[in-house]
C-alpha cells in the first residue's frame, strides 16, 4: 500500500520514526505548527488545498496527524481517495496513545500545559501565518512594554490580565517523553521553563500507538475515522468526535 500522510510539524519525529517502521510506503508532508490559530475555517482551507493538491493516482489513502484541533478538520472532504484521520480532540491524545487516558489525566491535573520535542523545538507562526493569527487579530500577541506604549500603565496592567496574559492559569508543566528522541534534553528545557514561572514540573510516558496505527494501517474504528470519497468530516459532541457525512447533505 502507499500512503500519503499529511501531518502538523508538532509530530516531526514521531510521525518519520513510526513512517520508517511502517509496512507501507508512506511519503510524509508537514505543515507549521500552529494551523490552529489562525481559526477553524482557515485552518480548513489550508489543509483542504494540501489534499486537493495530492495525486491521488499514486495512493491509496490520504492520513492525516491532526486532531480536530479547534475544529480545523470540520468540512475537509476526501476526493478520489479515503482520508484516515485519528478520533483525538487534539495533538496531545496522539501524544498520549488513547483519548481516555489524555481525558482522565487532563481532569486529574488541572492547569497543565504541555511540552513535546516538537513543541519545544518548531517554530513559532511567522509572515502571513502569524499576521492572520486569532491573537494577532485580536491583539492577544502585544508584550506588556507594548500595551503601556499604546494605552498607558493603568490600562495595560488590565489588558495584560485579562486579555494578553495567556499563561496565568497555568501552574504546572507536563513534558511527555515519547522515546523517539533525545528526551533528556528537551526534559531539561521544559524543567527550566516551568521553574522560571513558578510551576510544577513532571515527565509522562508518551505513547506511539495512535502514530504507528495511522501509518501501519490498523485502523480501527474505534481510534480512527475512515472518510471515503465523496464524504466530508463533521465534528460532533460525544466520544467519535469526528463521522463522516455525503457531501451532498445540506452544510
Known amino acids: 500500500m ?3 500522510l499529511i501531518s502538523c ?4 519525529r514521531e510521525m518519520c520514526f513510526a513512517a520508517a517502521r511502517s509496512p507501507h510506503k508512506v511519503d510524509v508532508e508537514f505543515l507549521p505548527k500552529g494551523l490552529h490559530d489562525i481559526g477553524c475555517v482557515g485552518m480548513q482551507k489550508r489543509l483542504q488545498g494540501v489534499i486537493d493538491g495530492v495525486k491521488t ?3 491509496d489513502a490520504i492520513l492525516l496527524g491532526y486532531g480536530l484541533c479547534n475544529n480545523g478538520l470540520h468540512n475537509l472532504h476526501a476526493t478520489d481517495i479515503p482520508l484516515v484521520i485519528p478520533r483525538a480532540h487534539d495533538c496531545m491524545t496522539l501524544f498520549m496513545g488513547d483519548r481516555k487516558r489524555y481525558l482522565d489525566f487532563f481532569n486529574d491535573n488541572p492547569g497543565t500545559y504541555f511540552e513535546t520535542s516538537g513543541w519545544l523545538e518548531r517554530s513559532e507562526l511567522t509572515g502571513e501565518l502569524k499576521q492572520n493569527s486569532i491573537g494577532h487579530i485580536s491583539g492577544m500577541d502585544q508584550s506588556y512594554d507594548e500595551l503601556v506604549r499604546k494605552y498607558g500603565e493603568d490600562n495595560a496592567q488590565y489588558l495584560w490580565n485579562s486579555l494578553c496574559n495567556t499563561m496565568r492559569n497555568y501552574t504546572q508543566c507536563t513534558y511527555i517523553a515519547m522515546g523517539v528522541g533525545p528526551d533528556a534534553q528537551f526534559a531539561d528545557l521544559a524543567r527550566k521553563e516551568a521553574e522560571k514561572r513558578g510551576w510544577k514540573f513532571v515527565i ?5 500507538r495512535l502514530i504507528e496505527g495511522l501509518v501501519a494501517g490498523n485502523w480501527s474504528a474505534a481510534d480512527y475515522l475512515v472518510v471515503p470519497p465523496g464524504h466530508r468530516v463533521v465534528a460532533v459532541y460525544d466520544e467519535a468526535i469526528i463521522r463522516c457525512e455525503p457531501l451532498e447533505q445540506d452544510r
Open 204 to 208: 509522562e510516558q508518551g505513547n506511539m
Open 9 to 12: 510539524d508538532v509530530l516531526y
Open 2 to 4: 502507499k500512503y500519503k
Open 57 to 59: 493516482a499514486d495512493y
